[in-house]
């Protein structure tokens, strides 16, 4: 069975070494309502709170913005300035692409060279 969003991210904050009240602070929400998250007698937070979240813990938000099945609001701004890349998703889950078939698209798109091109990094 799978971690909930609380049980992993009262798990982050432990290894992290940060206190309740501590993270509560550092993303001005009270103590209460991150306890309440942790235990999972309220549903995860924003996008934006988990984001906060992630930045106070220093760990990858894409970690915690999965765990509460959210996604990165710069994905959303993108598909919403990119409407062939929302008519590529609605593709891909009527063909229900899975893990292995996103690896290869991954793979492939490395392979041709898609988008920009990469900065020199020297």
């Given at each position: 069975m799978t971690?909930?969003?609380?049980?992993?991210?009262?798990?982050l904050?432990?290894?992290?070494g940060?206190g309740?009240?501590?993270?509560?602070r550092?993303?001005?929400?009270s103590?209460?309502?991150l306890?309440?998250?942790?235990?999972?007698?309220?549903?995860?937070?924003?996008?934006?709170?988990?984001?906060?979240?992630?930045?106070a813990?220093n760990?990858?938000?894409?970690l915690?913005?999965?765990?509460?099945?959210?996604?990165?609001?710069?994905?959303s701004?993108?598909?919403?300035?990119?409407?062939?890349?929302?008519?590529?998703?609605?593709?891909?889950?009527?063909?229900?692409?899975k893990?292995?078939?996103?690896?290869?698209?991954?793979?492939f798109?490395?392979?041709?060279?898609?988008?920009?091109?990469?900065?020199d990094?020297?």
């Open positions: 971690d909930t969003f609380g049980k992993i991210l009262r798990k904050r432990m290894q992290s940060m309740l009240r501590e993270l509560a550092l993303i001005d929400k103590p209460g309502y306890s309440d998250v942790e235990q999972d007698n309220v549903p995860p937070p924003s996008e934006e709170v988990i984001i906060n979240i992630a930045a813990l760990v990858n938000k894409n915690l913005l999965l765990a509460a099945h959210k996604m990165d609001p710069e994905l701004n993108y598909i919403a300035e990119e409407p062939q890349a929302a008519d590529f998703l609605r593709m891909a889950k009527d063909k229900e692409f893990g292995t078939d996103w690896e290869k698209l991954s793979k798109a490395e392979l041709i060279d898609l988008g920009k091109p990469k900065k990094t020297k």
